[in-house]
């Protein structure tokens, strides 16, 4: 328990750190993180309808019950990425990564599961500038655009099997974060004034989500599970705090103008559905689709008047859908290669953000990965999660991002509760 306190201490530290440098994490609430752990991330993030009490699937609550009276479950990961940027013929490589999630579950009473544990919710961090010339003259103007930040939650969950079929769970988490956005404007003309925009809002604020599991066998040899999952929207009481600062270094003179937009901003109304089949204990295929309803959100615009206000029709509505499967060549086997997790998945996701008046950038994911037993004195439960994950990012006339991404995590998978027989 001692390092999982220490695990669940970085993440909130190292979020500060951001695990991104994308030019599109200044829009909005930044970067979304898809919130899968170890076991599903190399499966496309599928998680509503999986259920397994040998890993936690923070992504539908009802999962939870799953986990046997005498388990204990930590699971800690860490993300490194690199990252191709590429636009007008030009090309650009970024490296960043960081302690990416830590988690915990147990059983709590009989049919009863609870965890807890840190994840992101979307990340900000960029730093980049463009220089235009100025119309009929011969000097030049440079932008600088620079932010930092993101949103982090720490969560607790219980999910309740009501019946042999059917279970429930829910999800409490703690949401809170904060971001900073810089937009410089200078000229190289003797005495032209330096014109510096800065956005910053801290948030601190609840988040809910509720899940449900229905189990059925199909045949002799088959287990369907069917999953679904509501996260409710709700402003998150934080404002928008816009600084203008002109500043003259010929003339000395430094003019500040100060607005704010009180509750500026919102979390989306979520639903997800999904559903897996597992053969045999040994192959399991899943697939899911996710909606988050960011359309019906505004959000504070700097518009071309001079007025800092709520706007519509920046947001749009998202939608996600991942597949993945996980196989086992033999589950009662003995031998090291016949206990690995082989995994696949793909997943596609549309942007939920405008950038002007066209559509931001979609999301494709390919990945794979493996899931590797843990041998020692006590049990072999325990599992490494490898996995590889490709992102391409892009859309029409906009920066094309290619990340790669390596996914380490580990999942302790202990007996904590057994009873020592002494004779």
């Given at each position: ?12 530290s190292m979020a500060q750190i ?31 309808g999986l259920r397994d009490g ?84 011969t000097s030049t103007q440079t ?281």
């Open positions: 328990m001692v390092g999982l306190l220490v695990s669940m201490a970085l993440v909130p951001s695990s991104t440098l994308s030019p599109y994490s200044q829009y909005g609430l930044g970067v979304l993180a898809d919130q899968s752990l170890g076991f599903n991330r190399a499966m496309g993030g599928v998680a509503y040998k890993f936690i699937n923070m992504q539908n609550p009802a999962s939870y019950s799953a986990v046997d009276s005498l388990t204990m479950l930590l699971d800690v990961g860490v993300t490194g990425q690199v990252t191709n940027y590429k636009e007008g013929g030009k090309s650009l490589n970024s490296k960043t990564g960081n302690v990416d999630y830590a988690a915990a579950a147990f059983r709590l009473f009989p049919h009863v599961g609870l965890a807890l544990g840190v994840v992101p919710f979307s990340n900000i961090g960029y730093s980049y500038s463009s220089t235009s010339p100025i119309a009929t003259s932008h600088t655009y620079e932010g930092s930040g993101g949103l982090t939650q720490f969560f607790v969950g219980t999910g309740w099997r009501m019946t042999k079929n059917l279970s429930v769970g829910v999800n409490l988490s703690y949401f809170w974060g904060k971001y900073s956005k810089t937009i410089t404007m200078a000229t190289n003309e003797t005495g032209a004034n330096t014109e510096t925009k800065s956005y910053e809002t801290s948030v601190s604020s609840y988040k809910l989500d509720f899940g449900a599991q229905w189990q059925q066998p199909v045949g002799k040899y088959d287990l369907l599970t069917v999953g679904a999952t509501v996260g409710l929207g709700h402003k998150l009481g934080a404002d928008a705090d816009l600084q203008i600062i002109n500043s003259n270094t010929l003339s000395s003179t430094v003019n500040s103008t100060e607005i704010t937009v009180d509750d500026a901003f919102s979390i989306p109304y979520t639903f997800g559905l999904g559903a897996s089949l597992n053969h045999k204990h040994s192959l399991t295929a899943a697939l899911d689709y996710t909606y988050q309803n960011w359309g019906s959100l505004d959000y504070p615009v700097f518009n071309k008047v001079g007025t800092y206000t709520l706007q519509g029709d920046y947001y749009k509505n998202r939608h996600k859908l991942a597949a993945g499967v996980d196989w086992i060549p033999l589950p009662t086997g003995r031998k090291f290669y016949q206990l690995v997790h082989y995994r696949m998945g793909v997943s596609y996701a549309t942007p939920y953000y405008k950038i002007g008046t066209q559509n931001g950038p979609g999301e494709l994911s390919v990945s794979a990965g493996f899931g590797i037993p843990i041998y020692n004195t006590w049990n072999n439960r325990s599992t490494l999660n490898i996995s590889a994950q490709w992102v391409r990012s892009t859309g029409c006339d906009l920066i094309k991002e290619n990340i790669f991404r390596i996914n380490i995590g580990l999942t302790f998978n202990e007996r904590w509760f057994a009873k020592w027989k002494v004779e």
